[in-house]
């Protein structure tokens, strides 16, 4: 039996329809880096390497990121109370974080401010700080609290945003007049309502979507890259772009990756509108993206190890363990306090000391993280009456561990 060309080519087009019925819908789209520039900024070559490549160690940082060489731009979806409009997932930040997934946090002190909207408003960006108010909207707290918040935390430690990147006229604090022109516009270029509402995913109360379709539709458009979602007992509640950076943050090409972290979300996520009137989720403590309560009071023990943290922060194998008080931190994560007062990473070790700063930890089950990394580590195991520091990550020598908090 003999077909013609055409009987043969509607076949295999209905074949093709049966096998994949979803081509169409999971088609990538290119992503397009938003242009950006900065008049005064360092002129940056074509060939400076990519961070994070086997060339960043050894360039210029004040063209490439590094070791902060992954670029997280992240949004809320905060439905209640409702924040932003009713189709935007709102931005969160733009973050840094090393190549390995981890991060490092309040880098430098003298770029340091005390209000992002009074120096915008120095330099005249009127503009800006309109559409910040309107798409930069944190789920508490002031605006500007907020946005002084991620520039002192993630962009002080951006490598391509020091002075000496700059030209010697440019405006004092011009640097972070760029960074919040470029985090506001790599934001627009993801719209994740959008993407979602061109996938038939939109706000309902009624439904829950396929945390499997959720992912397609954010997926393919962002160069097929994984995109990173967080949920809160089943509810959407962040979205996460990764990217490498070819260039400035101010003025290179911001280039997708997949996502670095593993998602929270069950297989069955639940969208509602915001302003719904439908009933929060309850408080889950084993969800890890829930923060704990603040105001827990407990002692702070070395896994696999004799002994416990005393108050100043280091390990001591015999004696009394320090009580240490666990808070909510106003943007995320958590604090802790000792006798001796607020606890911060100084110096590469965890210390607590009244002229500290309250660094930004957060918990995975008991276990306290700084920086994304659950362990710790120490030159050696104390006895008897010595003392030990104790450092996130292995950077503090061959001893192991986590610090887990064990409440009172």
Not at 248 to 267: E, F, H, K, M, N
Request: hydrophobic share 30%.
């Amino acid at each position: 039996m003999q077909f013609s060309l055409a009987t043969i080519a509607t076949v295999a087009a209905a074949v093709s329809a049966l096998v994949c019925p979803y081509t169409k819908r999971e088609a990538v789209a290119a992503f397009t880096s938003p242009p950006l520039s900065s008049a005064d900024h360092k002129s940056c070559p074509a060939d400076t390497p990519v961070s994070c490549s086997s060339g960043a160690g050894s360039a210029d940082l004040c063209c490439t990121e590094s070791p902060g060489g992954v670029l997280v731009l992240t949004q809320f979806w905060d439905w209640t109370p409702a924040i932003g409009p009713d189709d935007l997932f709102t931005l969160h930040g733009l973050w840094p974080d090393n190549c390995d997934g981890s991060y490092a946090q309040f880098c430098d002190k003298s770029m340091e401010v005390q209000s992002v909207a009074a120096v915008l408003q120095q330099l005249g960006e009127t503009e800006l700080l309109d559409k910040m108010n309107k798409i930069w909207i944190p789920n508490r707290g002031s605006t500007d609290s907020f946005w002084t918040h991620e520039w002192n935390k993630h962009a002080t430690c951006m490598s391509t945003l020091k002075d000496k990147c700059y030209s010697s006229d440019a405006p004092q604090y011009q640097s972070l007049a760029d960074w919040a022109h470029t985090v506001v516009n790599v934001f627009e270029t993801v719209n994740t309502y959008k993407f979602l509402e061109a996938a038939g995913i939109t706000p309902d109360s009624s439904k829950t979507y396929a945390k499997t379709d959720f992912l397609n539709a954010l997926n393919s458009n962002f160069d097929g890259k994984k995109v990173h979602i967080s949920c809160k007992s089943g509810y959407i509640s962040e979205i996460w772009y990764y990217f490498h950076l070819k260039g400035s943050v101010v003025s290179g090409q911001y280039l997708p990756i997949d996502d670095l972290g593993s998602s929270s979300c069950p297989d069955q996520i639940k969208y509602p509108p915001k302003a719904s009137g439908t009933t929060p989720p309850p408080t889950n403590p084993s969800d890890p993206a829930d923060p704990p309560t603040g105001g827990s009071k407990g002692f702070i023990n070395i896994s696999g190890q004799p002994g416990c943290l005393i108050s100043s922060g280091n390990w001591y194998a015999s004696g009394t363990c320090a009580t240490y008080t666990l808070g909510e931190s106003q943007y995320g994560g958590v604090t802790l306090t000792s006798s001796k007062g607020p606890c911060d990473v100084v110096n590469g070790k965890f210390s607590c000391a009244s002229g500290n700063n309250a660094g930004q930890f957060t918990q995975d089950g008991s276990n306290i993280v700084y920086g994304g990394k659950s362990d710790w580590s120490a030159p050696s195991v104390p006895s008897g009456s010595q003392q030990v520091g104790v450092s996130p990550g292995s950077a503090g020598g061959p001893v192991s561990f986590n610090l887990v908090f064990a409440a009172k």
